[in-house]
């Protein structure tokens, strides 16, 4: 392999060895040279720009010009330290010109052949001397420096085969780099020079075995039947050296290194040779000794810390300062990788452990009016010291001073106690209006009832507005101006949960939309509620009959779902957009009602717990007493209460009767009203027009009875009532109109609204009943001084308020009779929607409809 890499790669050495052939075939003669022998050797010449040496110019250099060997060559290459400073200057110029030591190495070697051709020459030219009797040229002690010698000496110093491997080496250094690099970070031990070719390399230059010419040769020939055979091989290798892992052998790498860096030497030593100079060669090796540095300069193997800093012969001959930087690079890229290989630690947030579990508010100064953000807020304020945090839960039974001195409602959490289960959609096309909303001719039509207005209950702060409050009774919500209980009066509803929902929060809202599994959208409570407390209030947009109409023909034509609740004063509440409370849904056994109150002079509607309150996660209904006012508008119901009637409204055999009774009725009214025009007196509650409207309906079917007489007869009540007679009741029969409920205080409604001529008057005997407390004889003497409530200003006494308070109760319970007929006289008829609808709408009437049907007569 040495040779044939010489051969390869030195012309000149192998002319040399031609010429050496070529005299060998032509032993005696120097000067007799076959022609293919002459013409080998030219054109190696014109390959190498050699000067060829022929027989001729070889008797001319070395027998007349230069001495003993007679050979221009630089003179270092023949010893040992030229050659190794040859060397250096070699590795010198390649680092300062990016070249590579083994062009300086292949001169070297190709300067060893040709002196050994030539030492040959000069052999056979003595010989032939010899026999021909010349005398040498050559002295004896010359003849030991022969050619074999001066290789050898060559050999020694660093020309020996195991230097061509470790040139070899050198260059595969490029793919040594690469790989000992990859492996750097998976194992140090890696990392170090001990590739098989660098170790075989170091054995060799330990040991470096002198072997023959021949020997070399026959491992050439060798090595040249096995190129062609490996060149596909190495070509492969070249492609694997990229492969991170699969190191090839290294015997293949240094192979096609050697080709490789073979083909630029080629080219490299025909510039060289032909170009250097001999002083371009002495200031080359000037240089190379005065690069010459003690070895143990050089760091250690193991400081160079990765296996790409191994030194080899070349590589030590870099500067300090240039390995230092290099050392630090790499530790930087080492410690880099140590950094990206360091395992992520998650950072785990502290866990915070629940100190308050379901009995929130118990240990904190909690007002239940404010919500959790606002009551940190106050807690802040007037806490001076932090409290410390407590380990424990407490008990509910020791739950503080503050609480069982002022006590609290007990608040479960209502997501805790029935969380909605998950993918709750929300009704999307629903606006919200928390207040009634005058639209078109409403605002217009509408007037507050200013009477109402001025009553006042009779409950004193002892018993507070109880069950027997007046105010109570007629649906008034009690306020300053019609109550002195203050406070603790117990009729203030509608304060109360304008109080609660100003505290905002869920709980405090108390309800909240759910989504049900057949009827749509539903209301569900949050909380609990105690029985008859107000829940939430039912808003929306107060419209006149005539705009119902229209929006059920236009807007509402395809709708399933209707929100249209009977008012106030023939109005109609749309809650299309309105409050939360248009969600609740129809149940023939419900839970709550819907009434109609009248506050500070308005009416306003709201949905009130049943008799039996409300549990936490209810769903919330009430009875419709839904009128379709037609067959197409017969929705079946599904509340799914045993006592379900199967349609949302009345049921068939009912309506059947209602709307039988409701025909007569109407051809009643209908010849009256024709013998009316035909020149009789008309009456008052007479037919004002010809709608169908249940509205104007209701108008009808009540006959006027004189303000006087009812008056009268409520005295008499009363004083019957005083004197320990039972006020006589008389039930109302027809309900057609209005329906029972089941509190007492609608079957009061109820007993006191009746078509009957002699209808008494519930309320006037309550009335009575409170009043005969006082001293009323006053009053029956002086009855006829009692002026109008309406009409007091100025501050009366005592017992004129008494007895001013007991005519104003028996004028209220004559206008649940007969007020249809005073404002129906007093309003004008211009305001009265006369005009019948084509279509009934179907619209709800509220629980509490036997009273608001009452007050829309007003
Ligand atoms: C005021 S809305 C109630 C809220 C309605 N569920 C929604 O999704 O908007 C009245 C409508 O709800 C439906 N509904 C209410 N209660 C019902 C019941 N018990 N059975 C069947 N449908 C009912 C009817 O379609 C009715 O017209």
């Not at 170090?192 to 590739?195: C, N, S, V, W």
């Not at 050296?241 to 090839?248: N, V």
């Given at each position: 392999m040495f040779e044939s890499i010489v051969n390869f790669l030195s012309p000149a050495a192998l002319t040399n060895s031609i010429l050496r052939e070529a005299v060998a075939t032509a032993p005696g003669s120097s000067k007799m040279m076959t022609r293919r022998a002459r013409s080998s050797l030219e054109s190696a010449a014109a390959v190498t720009n050699t000067p060829t040496i022929t027989p001729d110019t070889m008797e001319q250099d070395t027998f007349s010009n230069n001495g003993p060997t007679g050979v221009d060559f630089s003179g270092p290459l023949l010893t040992p330290e030229a050659s190794r400073s040859e060397t250096s200057s070699n590795h010198d110029l390649a680092v300062a010109g990016d070249e590579k030591p083994q062009t300086r190495r292949r001169s070297a070697r190709m300067t060893r052949m040709s002196l050994r051709a030539l030492e040959n020459l000069r052999d056979l030219e003595e010989e032939n001397k010899l026999k021909h009797g010349e005398a040498s040229s050559m002295t004896p002690k010359e003849r030991t420096v022969s050619g074999e010698t001066l290789i050898n000496s060559v050999d020694e110093s660093r020309a020996s085969p195991s230097s061509v491997k470790n040139d070899a080496n050198m260059n595969d250094h490029s793919w040594s780099q690469t790989t000992l690099l990859r492996d750097t970070t998976d194992n140090d031990e890696n990392a170090?020079?001990?590739?098989p070719v660098s170790k075989r390399s170091e054995e060799e230059e330990e040991a470096p075995p002198r072997r023959s010419l021949r020997a070399r040769r026959a491992k050439e020939d060798e090595i040249k039947n096995n190129d062609k055979d490996n060149t596909e091989d190495n070509m492969e290798v070249t492609k694997s050296?990229?492969?991170?892992?699969?190191?090839?052998p290294p015997r293949r790498s240094s192979r096609l290194s050697l080709v490789t860096r073979a083909a630029e030497v080629l080219d490299r030593a025909a510039s060289v040779l032909g170009k250097r100079s001999r002083d371009a060669m002495e200031k080359a090796v000037m240089q190379r000794r005065a690069s010459l540095r003690p070895r143990h300069s050089l760091p250690a193997r193991d400081a160079l810390g990765s296996s790409s800093e191994l030194p080899d012969p070349k590589k030590r001959r870099v500067s300090d300062g240039d390995l230092q930087a290099k050392k630090n690079e790499l530790e930087q890229e080492a410690s880099k990788t140590e950094e990206a290989e360091k395992p992520v630690v998650p950072q785990f947030r502290t866990k915070r452990w629940l100190d308050q579990g379901m009995y929130t508010g118990q240990e904190r100064d909690y007002d239940p009016r404010l919500n959790e953000a606002n009551n940190k807020i106050r807690a802040a304020r007037r806490r001076a010291p932090p409290e410390p945090q407590r380990k424990l839960l407490p008990l509910p039974m020791f739950a503080g001073e503050r609480l069982l001195k002022l006590g609290r409602d007990f608040k479960l959490p209502f997501d805790v106690f029935s969380p909605l289960p998950p993918g709750q959609p929300k009704p999307d096309e629903w606006k919200k209006t928390n207040r009634n909303v005058f639209v078109g001719d409403a605002a217009s039509f509408w007037r507050e009832n200013k009477k109402i207005e001025l009553s006042t209950c009779l409950c004193d702060e002892e018993t507070g507005c109880d069950e027997d409050c007046q105010n109570r009774f007629m649906f008034y919500e009690c306020d300053s101006s019609n109550c002195r209980v203050g406070p603790n009066c117990g009729n203030r509803s509608f304060e109360e949960l304008k109080q609660r929902t100003k505290a905002g929060g869920k709980y405090n809202i108390g309800v909240e939309v759910i989504k049900t599994a057949d009827r749509g959208y539903g209301v569900r409570s949050n909380r609990t509620f105690e029985p008859n407390q107000v829940i939430v209030e039912y808003t929306g947009e107060i419209i006149t009959q005539n705009e119902c109409e229209r929006r059920m023909r236009s807007v509402y034509k395809n709708n399933e779902c209707y929100y249209l609740m009977y008012f106030d004063q023939n109005m109609i509440i749309d809650a299309t957009r309105g409050s939360i409370a248009r969600f609740v849904n129809h149940s023939c056994a419900p839970n709550c009602r819907m009434e109609k109150w009248t506050v500070g002079g308005k009416p306003r509607m709201a949905l009130f717990a049943g008799d039996r309150g409300i549990m936490t996660g209810e769903e919330l209904t009430y009875d419709y007493n839904f009128d379709p006012y037609s067959q197409k508008n017969v929705q079946q119901c599904r509340c799914g209460a045993p006592t379900c009637r199967g349609v949302l409204g009345p049921r068939p055999k009912e309506r059947e009767i209602r709307e039988s009774k409701a025909e007569q009725k109407k051809e009643a009214l209908q010849k009256k009203a024709k013998g009316a025009l035909a020149g009789t007196k008309r009456k008052l509650g007479s037919v004002l027009d010809e709608s169908t409207s249940a509205l104007n309906k209701k108008r009808k079917t009540i006959k006027g009875t004189s303000v006087k007489t009812t008056i009268s007869k409520a005295m008499s009540k009363a004083k019957s009532a005083i004197n320990g007679k039972k006020a006589p009741v008389h039930v109302k029969k027809n309900v057609t109109v209005m329906k029972t409920t089941k509190t007492s205080k609608s079957m009061m409604k109820t007993k006191t609204i009746s078509k009957s001529k002699v209808t008494k008057v519930a309320t006037a005997a309550k009335a009575a009943k409170a009043t005969s407390k006082v001293k009323i004889q006053q009053v029956t003497k002086k009855k006829t001084a009692v002026k109008p409530?309406?009409?007091?200003t100025k501050p009366v006494s005592g017992s004129e308020r008494v007895r001013i308070r007991f005519k104003a109760t028996a004028r209220r319970s004559t206008s649940f009779k007969k007020g249809t007929q005073t404002l129906k006289a007093k309003s004008p008829a211009k305001k009265t929607p006369k005009k019948t609808p084509s279509k009934r709408t179907p619209i709800k009437s509220p629980g509490g409809s036997i009273k608001s049907k009452a007050a829309a007569k007003k």
């Open positions: 170090h020079l001990a590739t050296t990229t492969k991170p892992e699969k190191a090839t409530a309406t009409k007091e």
